[in-house]
C-alpha cells in the first residue's frame, strides 16, 4: 500500500515561491510516477504536472510552464513541487498523487498542503 | 485540451436512492477514464479507473461505465456517507483533466 504525507501548511507573499514535499512509503519512489494537483479554495481540481517514465520526462501544464518545478529525491523516497512568483490566485490545496503499475493512475493521494499566497 | 463536461453539476437524492452522474469529453479518450470522490476538507479517493474497473476496497455499489466520449458513474442504494463530490478525469493524452465536479447532497 502506497502511503504519500505531505508537508504543513504555508503562507507566503506575492513574489515568493513555495516547496511542497511529498514523502512516499510502501514502495520507493522509483517505482512510481507522481502527479500534482491542486484545488483553490471552493473550486474543482486542476492538474499541475506528472512524470512520465515513457518518455523520461516531468511533463507540465502549460498554464504552469515557467513557474513551477517537480522533483524527486530518490535517497529519501521524497518528491517535491516548486511553484515560484506567487500570486493571490495560487491560494490552494496542493495535492500529490501516485499510483502503482499504470504510470498515469491517481490511486494514491497525499493529504493536501494549503498554501495562502496573501500580502 | 480534451474538456470534461459532468451532468448534473448538483443533485439532491435520498438514503436508498440510485443516482447516475454523467461524464461526456470533447474528444474520444477511449477508456482512459477515472471517478474520484471527495468530501470536505478531504483529499479526492480514487473510486474508478479504466472506465468501469473498482478500486481495490471501494464498496461494489459503485459503478462504471462508457467508452470513447460518454461516461457514467452509478452509486446504487445511496448511504448518508455517500454524500460528496464526485470528479470524473481523463487520462488519455496532456494535459490530463478534470470535470467541474457533481456535488450529490442528501434531500
Known amino acids: 500500500q502506497v502511503q504519500l504525507v505531505q508537508s504543513g501548511a504555508e503562507v507566503k507573499k506575492p513574489g515568493a515561491s513555495v516547496k511542497v514535499s511529498c514523502k512516499v512509503s510502501?514502495?520507493?519512489?522509483?517505482?512510481?510516477?507522481m502527479h500534482w494537483v491542486r484545488q483553490p479554495p471552493g473550486k474543482g481540481l486542476e492538474w499541475m504536472g506528472s512524470?512520465?517514465?515513457?518518455?523520461?520526462?516531468?511533463i507540465y501544464a502549460q498554464r504552469f510552464q515557467g513557474r513551477v518545478t517537480m522533483t524527486e529525491d530518490t535517497s529519501t523516497d521524497t518528491a517535491y513541487m516548486d511553484l515560484r512568483s506567487l500570486r493571490s490566485e495560487d491560494t490552494a490545496v496542493y495535492y500529490c498523487?501516485?499510483?502503482?503499475?499504470?504510470?498515469?493512475?491517481?490511486?494514491?493521494w497525499g493529504q493536501g498542503t494549503l498554501v495562502t499566497v496573501s500580502s | 485540451d480534451i474538456q470534461m463536461t459532468q451532468s448534473p453539476s448538483s443533485l439532491s437524492a435520498s438514503v436508498g436512492d440510485r443516482v447516475t452522474i454523467t461524464c461526456r469529453a470533447s474528444?474520444?479518450?477511449?477508456?482512459?477514464l477515472a471517478w474520484f470522490q471527495q468530501k470536505p476538507g478531504k483529499a479526492p479517493k480514487s473510486l474508478i479507473y479504466?472506465?468501469?474497473s473498482l478500486q481495490s476496497g471501494v464498496p461494489s455499489k459503485f459503478s462504471g461505465s462508457g467508452s470513447g466520449t460518454d461516461f457514467t458513474l452509478t452509486i446504487s442504494s445511496l448511504q448518508p456517507e455517500d454524500f460528496a463530490t464526485y470528479y470524473c478525469?481523463?487520462?488519455?493524452?496532456?494535459?490530463?483533466?478534470f470535470g467541474q465536479g457533481t456535488k450529490l447532497e442528501i434531500k
Open positions: 498523487a501516485t499510483a502503482y503499475g499504470d504510470y498515469r493512475g491517481f490511486d494514491y
Open positions: 474528444q474520444a479518450i477511449s477508456n482512459y
Open positions: 478525469q481523463q487520462y488519455n493524452g496532456y494535459p490530463y483533466t
Open positions: 479504466a472506465a468501469s
Open positions: 512524470f512520465d517514465p515513457e518518455h523520461g520526462e516531468t
Open positions: 510502501g514502495y520507493t519512489l522509483t517505482e512510481l510516477s
